[in-house]
């Protein structure tokens, strides 16, 4: 390998990377549960130090915090397999119900000359499909959440002490991981419950499901609010009109700007350490791959992605390009 060129040598590196990328989409069903197991098992380490720190067993301490897991998630499942099988059912209604609303718009668009433009952009029964797939894919990844839970029960009970420490790269990718984990629960916890209520208030169907999807979407930056406010603001239009309709999407903007623009810096500051042209790149390239689960962690992967590739010498140029200036000045 010394003995190649540069070019040579990128060209076998980029082989390399399509290579592992290629593999990695290919065993998705088998990563999603594993990753997913691997970042809840890093933010529970902490409370489960915490209390061993205090004298409790290990044992008792993991038991403690799958508890705790238990009981935090135990009204998830019920709030998406309820409302999905409501929504399932009612689907040909709701396409009966857009058909109406598209002619009516339709005739409206040709008196100012653009009839024809509204029923090529939008075809309601494939936006109702694309809400039942997305639905029934978050319910997939519920249905394994038990194997989920095994697997963050085997990591903690192997956890070495030493992610604990800061100054290795395995303790910086720890210590971030929780951080962010911890600020985004916190905030996309009052996102969903805002929202929640804001649309049970103006009585939009399925107002927790639509919460709950905003909690979840909230994890995946600058898109993630505006995917998640499709359904209702769809619902809302087919059901109360396009008055109505402006009043969600209101509500959603002041919700998400006053939390994500206002809130969530203040406390989370530039902690991300990521430009956000390869926050957006990260988006794409890890949905691609894992799904809907790889744009939750699209974020946590590529800093874990970052802060290796700036804990060795050869590679720390990359790293340098990933980081927004700001990030830079604090490192110097």
């Keep these: 390998m010394s003995e190649l060129s540069k070019p040579e040598r990128v060209l076998y590196a980029l082989v390399a990377v399509a290579l592992i990328l290629g593999a990695m989409k290919a065993a998705a069903g088998f990563l999603v549960p594993a990753l997913l197991a691997l970042f809840v098992a890093i933010v529970c380490a902490q409370p489960m130090y915490w209390m061993t720190e205090r004298g409790l067993p290990r044992w008792f301490a993991i038991l403690l915090v799958v508890i705790i897991l238990l009981t935090i998630s135990s009204t998830f499942p019920l709030v998406i397999s309820g409302s999905f099988v409501e929504f399932s059912q009612q689907l040909p209604f709701y396409e009966e119900k857009a058909e109406i609303l598209i002619k009516q718009s339709t005739i409206w668009m040709n008196e100012i000359g653009f009839g024809e433009m509204l029923p090529a952009l939008f075809d309601p029964g494939e936006a109702l499909g694309y809400i039942q797939r997305f639905v029934a894919a978050m319910g ?132 991300l350490g990521l430009r956000f042209v390869w926050i957006f790149l990260s988006l794409i390239l890890w949905g691609w791959i894992l799904g809907p689960v790889g744009m939750l962690l699209a974020v946590p992967l590529t800093m874990t992605l970052r802060i290796i590739l700036e804990n060795h010498h050869s590679s720390q140029w990359i790293a340098l390009i990933m980081m927004p200036d700001s990030a830079k000045k604090e490192e110097d």
């Excluded at 989920?148 to 720890?174: E, H, K, Y």
């Excluded at 169907?205 to 499709?230: D, T």
Aim: glycine share 10%; proline share 4%; no cysteine.
């Design 140 to 271: 997939g990844i519920l249905s394994r959440y038990f194997l989920i839970l095994l697997l963050v029960i085997f990591i903690l009970v192997d956890v070495p002490r030493s992610l604990n420490d800061g100054n290795s790269a395995a303790g910086q990718i720890t210590r971030t991981i929780q951080h962010y984990f911890a600020i985004k629960t916190f905030t996309s916890f009052l996102t969903g419950l805002a929202i929640g209520v804001w649309l049970m208030i103006l009585d939009v169907q399925y107002p927790m499901l639509w919460g709950f999807l905003a909690f979840l979407f909230n994890f995946v930056p600058n898109i993630g609010s505006v995917i998640a406010s499709l359904p209702a603001l769809f619902l809302a239009t087919i059901f109360q009109g396009y008055g109505v309709a402006m009043v969600v999407m209101i509500g959603y903007v002041i919700i998400n700007v006053g939390i994500s623009n206002g809130l969530e810096p203040r406390i989370l500051g530039q902690q």
